[in-house]
């Protein structure tokens, strides 16, 4: 880790309490998230794709040329994936085949990666269940 840098951010911290503080204030609480604001349009968002189901939209700092979230318009408990129930299969099979669609409407289908981060150590950010579609560039692996 770079001083004075979150491992889970690209940008750098003013300083360890306030990098702290940010860190504390992400939490699997349950409380509503941006990303509510943003499928209720309040908040202006650069959508890709969105059907009765599922939003898409580009990520506001975007580590890759494509880099777009796919997000459930209806979180029903699905915070993190790891809250996954058997009444969420079909949700997540919307949401993996509209990250395809993504993709598709991109121009990447010949090279692109979907990603989950799942909690505070795979640096989730945003507890509201949401697929990064990363590419247009060539990606590296394995990940951080
Ligand atoms: O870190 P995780 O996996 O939880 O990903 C959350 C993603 O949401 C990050 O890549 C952020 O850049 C992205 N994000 C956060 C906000 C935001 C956004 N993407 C589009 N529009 C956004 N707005 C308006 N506000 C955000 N706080």
């Given at each position: 880790v770079l001083p004075g840098r979150s491992i889970c951010s690209t940008r750098a911290s003013h300083n360890e309490e306030a990098a702290a503080k940010a860190a504390a204030a992400v939490?699997?609480?349950g409380a509503p998230t941006i990303f509510d604001k943003i499928i209720a349009k309040e908040i202006p968002s650069d959508i890709v794709y969105e059907d009765e189901n599922v939003l898409a939209f580009r990520d506001?700092?975007?580590?890759?040329p494509v880099h777009v979230l796919v997000i459930p318009k209806l979180r029903d408990g699905l915070t993190?994936?790891?809250?996954?129930?058997?009444?969420?299969v079909e949700v997540l099979g919307q949401l993996l085949h509209a990250s395809k669609i993504v993709a598709e409407k991109e121009g990447i289908l010949d090279g692109f990666r979907v990603v989950i981060n799942n909690g505070a150590e795979a640096c989730?950010?945003?507890?509201h269940l949401h697929l990064h579609v990363l590419g247009g560039r060539q990606l590296k692996w394995p990940p951080g």
């Open positions: 939490a699997d609480t506001i700092n975007p580590q890759a993190t994936l790891g809250k996954a129930e058997p009444r969420h989730q950010s945003v507890y």
